[in-house]
């Protein structure tokens, strides 16, 4: 079954059936990550969120929608979903460290200095540990503003006590593990131990 929208007076499939169409046609990864990308609400410049296209009680009743191709990824997928990913790299980063057995992380979250001034957010944080990691995109080192941005950001967190771990696309493909490594050096100098709850 397919649920429609009609968002400007054409009808169209839901971003939730459209997702499970796509079974058919994506890799288990890109299929979390287009879920991801569905249940995500974007910042507005304040930092607010705003609403996402579909939420996971949509996505969860298009897997259940009656007999469907690709019905074993759907349901692999669905329970990968997650919000606070903003795109297909962070998801990728956040599904390679989960394989890897370390610890799950939150996603975009909200950083405050000492002073509890909100000093930005970040894509993937470990709070128990004090670790921030951040995809860079091309666009952080092509783009003047967001480069400054970026570098100020980044020092106020290690000011408020925080280890930022960056992360490129080199890092990340074709293989993951140069990322995964980074981010595991980083969570076990913080004292992170595999298996351990934090203190």
Request: hydrophobic fraction near 40%; aromatic fraction near 6%.
């Amino acid at each position: 079954m397919v649920r429609v929208r009609t968002p400007t007076g054409l009808r169209v499939a839901s971003p939730a059936s459209t997702w499970a169409q796509l079974a058919t046609t994506l890799s288990l990864r890109d299929l979390v990550a287009a879920g991801d990308a569905i249940l995500n609400r974007p910042r507005a410049r304040d930092g607010s969120h705003q609403a996402p296209p579909s939420t996971l009680e949509e996505l969860e009743a298009a897997v259940a929608a009656g007999r469907r191709e690709g019905i074993a990824k759907l349901k692999a997928a669905i329970g990968l979903v997650r919000v606070g990913a903003a795109s297909r790299p962070e998801t990728h980063l956040r599904l390679a460290l989960a394989e890897e057995g370390l610890p799950d992380p939150a996603l975009d979250f909200d950083v405050f200095a000492r002073n509890g001034r909100r000093i930005g957010w970040t894509e993937i944080a470990y709070p128990e540990w004090h670790v921030l990691v951040e995809y860079e995109g091309d666009h952080h080192r092509t783009d003047a503003r967001q480069w400054n941005r970026d570098i100020l950001k980044h020092d106020l967190c290690r000011e408020a006590g925080w280890t930022v771990v960056r992360i490129t696309a080199e890092h990340l493909y074709p293989n993951s593990q140069v990322a995964v490594e980074r981010v595991r050096a980083a969570l076990t100098n913080a004292g992170w131990r595999p298996g351990t709850s934090p203190v």
